[in-house]
């Protein structure tokens, strides 16, 4: 029988359909699922694909029905699963073997992995995959980390599977070991922000306009004919016309306000933290879910608070939704702004040379915060790529000063009104603290000074690193 070129490890959700768009696309492939009747299932539905399709009920049969040099895609729930097949699958691979895992890993993970293998003939590849089931299933952005010529051997199959964006394919290798699952990483604490900033532009056009959902939905829909056009609004336009089945009410009615969160967009903000680079957008949608977790304790605290009864000033005007369509784009700004700038320090951090315009370049599709934006981005970092930060490219400065107004205006006029916009405000401050010469981190430094003797820098340059202070001072750490 004629070997397999690829082999994958894993028939969920996410591996079932990579698998069929790996055959689809006339690669032939072996499939292993540890619950053998998985296997079984997957290759009954595959219909004319089965051609391409090896299912084997072992992972000795697994391994010998692909052609070595073996590229294996593990496609398994993050963690500790990951290692156990790794365990698994070593004593059947041979040398110059390459293990791919797919998952969701911790990039920290994924670099203990590459050095764990590292005195081994096998090659690792710790690999970021996006799109959910249905990009998977027709075209995924692939964000690869491990050496270039371990890329180079798996290079023609991954780039037939990934989203073309204008015939491009959205896959690419990024850097060493760890960088393709940590660009992941990052990709999803942007989609944390970009997803809880349209979040508040809906709380407020429902709790501080009245807006209903069919309202709603027509204005995303006008939105995503512009400026804001993505797939994230895209969805929600279709999320706000859906009706249920079972009241008839529209469907996001009836969903309880309590968000899930597996762990990347927490991953980012732990290691924006560690590096000291701002994510504040980021932290503050990774917080608003954990907050919307605790719905007990908010009701409880609304029976003792009540909400605010002011709505949006009535003088607001015509051009509201101009505003929170601008507001919503400056937000966006910052959020990505941050993202970029963590993956440029880890970039410094881990020696890994992260090609920012590549990776805004694999996002433009197949991934869930794919949009005509990140063509901006592309854009920005081609033109100007020692930028210390995208909001200084001149397009994006540009756009910031168009539509900072905007984003102040309608932070300004919700926290007046008590409506949470905590990722809109944070990147609304983010950029105002950025953007101004003289801060007022002088008094931090001078408190520092007096209980601690930390001592500080002067403006003028002189060479005095200490108070004086008076009494009292010296007191702590
Ligand atoms: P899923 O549908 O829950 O499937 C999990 C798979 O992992 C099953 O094939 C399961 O095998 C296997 N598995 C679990 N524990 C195992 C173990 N100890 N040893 C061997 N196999 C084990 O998961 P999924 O949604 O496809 O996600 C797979 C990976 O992709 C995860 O890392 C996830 O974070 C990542 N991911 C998911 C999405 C998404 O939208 N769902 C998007 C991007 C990335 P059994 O059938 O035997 O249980």
């Known amino acids: 029988m004629e070997q397999a070129e690829i082999g994958l490890i894993g028939l969920g959700v996410m591996g079932a359909n990579l698998a069929l768009n790996i055959a689809e696309k006339g690669n032939k492939i072996a499939v292993f699922n540890r619950t053998v009747e998985k296997t079984h299932e997957f290759f009954k539905d595959a219909g004319a694909l089965k051609d391409k399709i090896i299912p084997c009920e072992t992972i000795e049969d697994f391994v010998a029905a692909i052609r070595p040099p073996r590229p294996i895609i593990i496609m398994i729930k993050a963690g500790e699963a990951v290692d156990q097949q790794i365990e698994h699958l070593k004593p059947y691979l041979s040398s110059g073997d390459i293990m791919i895992d797919a998952g969701n890993a911790n990039f920290r993970d994924t670099m203990a992995?590459?050095?764990?293998?590292?005195?081994?003939?096998?090659?690792?590849?710790?690999?970021?995959?996006?799109?959910?089931?249905?990009?998977?299933?027709?075209?995924?952005?692939?964000?690869?980390?491990?050496?270039?010529a371990s890329y180079k051997?798996?290079?023609?199959?991954?780039?037939?599977?990934?989203?073309?964006?204008?015939?491009?394919?959205?896959?690419?290798?990024?850097?060493?070991?760890?960088?393709?699952?940590?660009?992941?990483?990052?990709?999803?604490?942007?989609?944390?922000?970009?997803?809880?900033?349209?979040?508040?532009?809906?709380?407020?056009?429902?709790?501080?306009?009245?807006?209903?959902?069919?309202?709603?939905?027509?204005?995303?829909?006008?939105?995503n004919k512009g400026r804001l056009n993505s797939y994230l609004i895209e969805i929600t336009e279709k999320v706000l016309s859906a009706a249920d089945p079972i009241s008839g009410k529209p469907m996001v009615d009836m969903i309880l306000d309590k968000a899930g969160q597996k762990g990347t967009g927490k991953w980012s903000v732990i290691e924006s933290q560690q590096m000291g680079i701002p994510a504040t957008a980021?932290?503050?949608?990774?917080?608003?879910?954990?907050?919307?977790?605790?719905?007990?304790?908010?009701?409880?605290?609304?029976?003792?608070?009540?909400?605010?009864?002011?709505?949006?000033?009535?003088?607001?005007?015509?051009?509201?939704?101009?505003?929170?369509?601008?507001?919503?784009?400056?937000?966006?700004?910052?959020?990505?702004?941050?993202?970029?700038?963590?993956?440029?320090?880890?970039?410094?951090?881990?020696?890994?040379?992260?090609?920012?315009?590549?990776?805004?370049?694999?996002?433009?599709?197949?991934?869930?915060?794919?949009?005509?934006?990140?063509?901006?981005?592309?854009?920005?970092?081609?033109?100007?790529?020692?930028?210390?930060?995208?909001?200084?490219?001149?397009?994006?400065?540009?756009?910031?000063?168009?539509?900072?107004?905007?984003?102040?205006?309608?932070?300004?006029?919700?926290?007046?009104?008590?409506?949470p916009v905590p990722a809109l405000a944070s990147a609304l401050t983010y950029f105002d603290s950025y953007?101004?010469?003289?801060?007022?981190?002088?008094?931090?430094q001078a408190q520092r000074d007096f209980f601690g003797a930390h001592g500080f820098d002067r403006v003028d340059g002189a060479d005095s690193h200490h108070g004086p202070w008076g009494s009292g001072a010296g007191a702590g750490a």
């Open 113 to 148: 992995r590459f050095d764990r293998l590292k005195d081994t003939e096998l090659t690792f590849i710790g690999m970021g995959v996006s799109g959910g089931e249905e990009g998977a299933r027709h075209g995924p952005s692939i964000m690869v980390g491990g050496t270039e």
């Open 282 to 419: 980021i932290e503050a949608a990774v917080a608003a879910r954990s907050l919307s977790s605790m719905k007990g304790e908010r009701e409880a605290a609304e029976k003792i608070f009540g909400l605010e009864s002011a709505s949006y000033p009535a003088s607001y005007g015509p051009d509201l939704l101009k505003d929170l369509e601008l507001a919503l784009f400056a937000g966006k700004i910052g959020a990505y702004a941050q993202g970029f700038a963590v993956m440029s320090a880890a970039s410094k951090e881990f020696d890994w040379s992260l090609p920012m315009p590549v990776i805004a370049k694999i996002w433009r599709a197949g991934c869930i915060i794919r949009s005509q934006f990140l063509d901006e981005i592309t854009k920005a970092f081609t033109e100007t790529p020692d930028a210390a930060n995208l909001v200084v490219t001149p397009a994006f400065s540009d756009m910031l000063k168009e539509s900072l107004p905007s984003l102040r205006r309608v932070v300004t006029a919700a926290l007046a009104a008590g409506l």
């Open 153 to 223: 051997r798996v290079e023609k199959v991954l780039t037939s599977i990934a989203a073309k964006y204008d015939g491009d394919p959205c896959c690419a290798w990024l850097g060493e070991n760890g960088a393709g699952h940590f660009v992941k990483t990052i990709h999803n604490g942007i989609e944390y922000a970009d997803m809880q900033m349209i979040a508040e532009i809906y709380g407020v056009l429902r709790d501080g306009f009245g807006k209903t959902a069919g309202e709603m939905a027509d204005v995303f829909g006008d939105w």
């Open 435 to 444: 953007r101004r010469g003289r801060g007022t981190a002088n008094m931090i």
